[in-house]
């Protein structure tokens, strides 16, 4: 059932080392991995942190891959991008240089170690679901249902659109 790829989207998130930097080149590294497209990307947001206060906040943004990599490679595919830009695995929930979150694979739900899918937070993320909401605003979220409804349940004041981004 793989072999003419699926659909994958990427939560991306970076607050440290000149975060829209950081977002934009990982946008462009998404879209050099093998076995794949970058099929459409969202804004720059910017987004109050969730997590320990008095960290900067973050640009956000939310990106659809088309790819033949099955989860578990796209997962180390993402790993190597964060790692490439200088991702350490350090504070729990404290400030990073690049996040790269697996969203949502095809419509499929996946619970392994290293991967559950849909990502198990990202229905309550405003951070996802807004920049998500701009590039595929009729999509089902497996579990949660649609993207519309999820949206008029968190707070969108928390995420802004970035100009020139
Ligand atoms: N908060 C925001 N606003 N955006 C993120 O991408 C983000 N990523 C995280 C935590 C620390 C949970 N907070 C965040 O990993």
Do not use: C, K
Not at 6 to 35: F, K, M, T, W
Not at 66 to 75: N, Q, R
Not at 88 to 98: A, I, K, V
């Amino acid at each position: 059932m793989n072999g003419s790829g699926e659909s994958a989207y990427i939560g991306l998130g970076s607050n440290l080392h000149d975060p829209r930097r950081q977002v934009e080149s990982a946008l462009q590294a998404l879209d050099r991995l093998p076995g794949g497209s970058l099929d459409a990307r969202s804004s720059l947001y910017g987004s109050s942190p969730l997590g320990p206060p008095g960290q900067p906040d973050y640009v956000n943004a939310v990106a659809r891959l088309h790819t033949t990599l099955a989860p578990l490679d796209l997962l180390d595919a993402l790993q190597s991008i964060e790692a490439a830009q200088g991702r350490r695995r350090d504070m729990h929930w404290g400030p990073r240089t690049l996040d790269l979150d697996l969203l949502l694979y095809g419509g499929r739900r996946i619970v392994e170690r290293r991967l559950v899918v849909p990502h198990p937070e990202m229905h309550r993320r405003a951070f996802v679901l807004v920049p998500l909401g701009e590039i595929a605003p009729d999509i089902d979220i497996p579990g949660h249902g649609p993207l519309r409804e999820l949206l008029e349940s968190v707070d969108r004041s928390t995420v802004r659109l970035l100009r020139d981004g």
